[in-house]
């Protein structure tokens, strides 16, 4: 399976509250780090994860909630996919 078909999740050991501008992120195995506030384009992301996507159809979603073409906002999201599977909170 390519990267891009490679599933993208939210992490279960996570909770977190929604509102119209932003997403505040709890970790649930380690209550004592801070919360993560993601805003703008990742809240976006963030939301779009409701289900698992694969790359590919995330930087879809994100592209048309942007009404950008895909080339010009792929490298933002696998990027920034990459960076929250690094803190753990997206598989």
Do not use: K, T
Request: hydrophobic fraction near 50%; glycine fraction near 4%; proline fraction near 4%.
């Amino acid at each position: 399976m390519s990267a891009a078909q490679e599933r993208v999740r939210q992490s279960p050991e996570l909770a977190w509250v929604e509102s119209e501008d932003r997403v505040v992120l709890v970790r649930l195995d380690d209550l004592a780090a801070e919360p993560l506030v993601l805003s703008g384009s990742a809240s976006v992301i963030w939301a779009a994860l409701a289900e698992p996507l694969a790359l590919d159809e995330l930087v879809a979603r994100v592209a048309a909630a942007y009404d950008r073409p895909e080339v010009e906002v792929a490298d933002e999201v696998a990027g920034f996919v990459e960076g929250c599977r690094q803190l753990g909170i997206m598989r």
